[in-house]
């Protein structure tokens, strides 16, 4: 008995054709160009159907049916759809439901290995040819990407420690503000520590603690100091909108530092702010609305640079060192 002749399983279905690409589609075949169309999802590198259609000069639609047909061909490895989230978070696709207009199909993302399987499922000499040219671009971009991958790790490195720092920094602060904070109630209180405040290599400490005594000032400031710069200027700075600040200073440092042209642009921002010479003090005391009396080991802009300290005093020295002003 014959057995019946079989015909041999039919070979994959093959694209037509693709149309003579125009000079305006050869130009985007450009390593640049396909690069522009690679994108990183799932946490690795793609390319949409509809980019690889333009590419090859033929639809998406004809792409997908091809595929569809030798579906064996691709693993979710070579190829996948995206889901509308991704779609939106990629800015792949637009999507605008509000007036009725969406992607009715989620594009399909071949991987690298899905797209050198392309080739195999689109016989022509322009597939080909334009297969050539991606694989090209992908190697292209897993070498930029290789090279700086080490440049990248540092920035993540320095990141963390940056976050670290300002972390450890907002700790600090905050245990400088309680701790000031119980300085003031013992000063307001009349029961300030005999060994007073003392700084030793502490200057973000001192200032801030000096900061904090010029805000307390509602109506005047009255600093005597005979040595003054910049950083005393930052620290007045900080005061009350409403305060009017005086420094008493010798006559060279009102010349050297206290010029004014930096006189006027302190005034720009901060005012009001005097400046008036004197050569009758050697220490250095801080007057707060005529009332409240501080002492300083050294010069504000000094704080912190060595031992110091900063003693309240009797209000009822404040007339005399206003007489020698």
Do not use: W
Not at 48 to 54: C, E, N, P, Q, S
Not at 166 to 179: C, G, L, P, V
Not at 284 to 292: K, S, V
């Amino acid at each position: 008995m014959k057995t019946p002749a079989t015909n041999p399983p039919p070979l994959p279905q093959a694209l037509e054709s693709p149309r003579p690409l125009p000079d305006a589609v050869s130009a985007i075949l450009t390593e640049d160009s396909i690069k522009s169309r690679i994108h990183t999802i799932r946490g690795v590198q793609v390319m949409l159907d509809r980019d690889l259609a333009v590419l090859y000069g033929v639809d998406a639609k004809r792409i997908n049916e091809q595929v569809k047909r030798n579906a064996e061909r691709f693993p979710e490895d070579f190829m996948f759809r995206l889901t509308k989230e991704e779609c939106l978070r990629s800015q792949i696709a637009t999507l605008n439901e509000a007036r009725g207009k969406h992607l009715k199909y989620m594009p399909h993302a071949f991987t690298e290995s899905g797209v050198a399987m392309l080739s195999g499922v689109l016989r022509s000499s322009v597939a080909v040819d334009v297969n050539i040219r991606i694989m090209r671009a992908f190697v292209a971009m897993r070498r930029s990407l290789s090279s700086i991958a080490p440049v990248l790790a540092r920035m993540a490195d320095l990141e963390r420690r940056q976050l670290e720092e300002q972390s450890a920094r907002i700790t600090d602060q905050s245990r400088n503000e309680e701790r000031f904070d119980t300085i003031f109630k013992a000063m307001d209180g009349g029961d300030f520590p005999p060994q007073k405040v003392f700084f030793d290599g502490k200057h973000y400490d001192a200032f801030s603690f000096a900061r904090k005594l010029v805000r307390k000032a509602e109506k005047t400031i009255l600093l005597v100091d005979p040595y003054c710069d910049d950083t005393t200027l930052d620290i007045l700075a900080q005061k009350r909108g409403s305060a009017a600040a005086t420094i008493a200073t010798t006559r060279k440092t009102a010349t050297q530092c206290l010029t004014p042209a930096a006189l006027a642009k302190f005034n720009k921002q901060n005012p009001p702010l005097a400046v008036q010479t004197t050569s009758a003090f050697h220490d250095r005391f801080l007057i707060l609305d005529g009332a409240d009396l501080y002492h300083f080991g050294a010069s504000l802009k000094d704080l912190g640079r060595k031992y110091c300290a900063v003693t309240r005093m009797s209000p009822l020295f404040i007339p005399s060192i206003l007489q020698r002003l």
